[in-house]
C-alpha cells in the first residue's frame, strides 16, 4: 500500500483532473442536459468539482478518507438538483470504506458502496436511463476483474471505464423511467443521458491518475473483447 | 408540538403552501419553507437541513416534498441533521401539508400521527 501522503496526493491530484475535465465538458453536458433535462448538469457539476478543488489546501492535513468524504460534502452543499445527494451523498457514504486505506480492496469496496447509495437514493435500476446503467456494468467489472480475473488494479480499472463507455452507449436507445427525462416518455428515447456520461468522464479521470500512479499506460478498447492491453 | 417543513423546487410555491396551510392549522401550526435553492428553481440539503433545525423544538419534525430531487436532499439532510428526528410523507404536497398541520395542533399528534393524516392525502379527489 502506498504511504498516506502518497494517497492523499493521488485524491487530490485525481479531484483536479476530474475538475479540469469537467469544466472542458461543461457545455456538452449541458447540451446533452438541454436535450432531455434541465440544461444545469453541465454547470452544476463544473461548479461542485471546482468548489470542491479550490479546498486543496484545506486537505493538505487530512487522512485521505477524510477527503474523500469532503469532496462529498462539498459535493452536497454545491451541485445542486438531483446530482448533489446522488454523487455528493454517495462519495461521503462510500468514503468510509476507505478508512483502512486506499488500496486495490478498499477501492472494490469504495466503488460497491458508491452504486448502492446510488441505486437506493435515486432509485433507479439498470435500464432506466441514468448514472446507473454507466456505473453497473463498471462496478461490476472492477470487482469481477480483481477479484476473480487477479487483474492488476490498473488493468481492472481500464477495464471498468470501457464497461462504463458501453453503459453511457445504451442509454441512448432506451427511455427513461427515472429523472426528469422520465416526464419526457417516449420523447427521451435517441438522447444519451447526461448522468452516465458526467459518470464515465469522472471514471476516466480516475484512471487517468491511476495510471500516473501505479506507472503504466493502458490501451482502452470498448468494443474488443480482451479490451485492455498493456503498453510497452 | 411536531413541526413541519415544506420541500418544493419552487421557493414561493414553499412559502405559499405554507401559508395555506397555516390558516387550516389554526395559527399554531410549525410550518417552515424550504424551497428553491441557490440558483432559484431546485431544492438544497442545506436549505433542508436548517428548516428542520429550525422547525424542531425537540418533538420532531415531518417533511412535505415535491418530486424528484426535493426528496433525495430532503433524505441527506435528515442524515445531516442527526439531532432532528424526522420522517418524509410520501403524500401531495399541498394536501399533504394541510393535512399534517390540521394533526400537528392535536395534543396526541406523534411523527407517525402526522405522516399517516398526511398520507391520507393520497386518495383524495378533486371531483366526485
Redesign the interface.
Known sequence: MADVDTQREAVLEALDNVSTRLTDEKSYLTDLDSAIG?A?HGSNMQRGFSKAAEKRDDFSEMEPHEVVKNIGTTL??NV???S???YG?SIMFASQELEGGITTESSVAFAEAYLDKVKD??GAQVGSKTMVDALVPAVHTYKKSVEQDDLPPLEALAKAVDAAERGVAFTTPIKALK??ASFLDWRSVGHQDPGATSTLFIMEELLATAEEYLDGDVVRDARADNAVRRDE | MIGLVVVSHSASAAEGIAEVAAQMGGGNARIVPAGG???G??????RIRAGLEEADDGDGVVVLVDL??AV??T??AI?MAADVNAAIADAPILEGTLNAAVETTSKKATIQSVVDRAEEAREYRKLN
Open positions: 434541465d444545469d452536497i452543499s445542486g438538483g438531483a448533489g445527494p446522488l451523498g437514493r435515486g429523472g426528469r | 435553492d441557490e440558483d428553481i431546485g431544492t438544497s440539503p442545506d424528484g430531487s433525495m436532499n433524505e441527506l442524515e
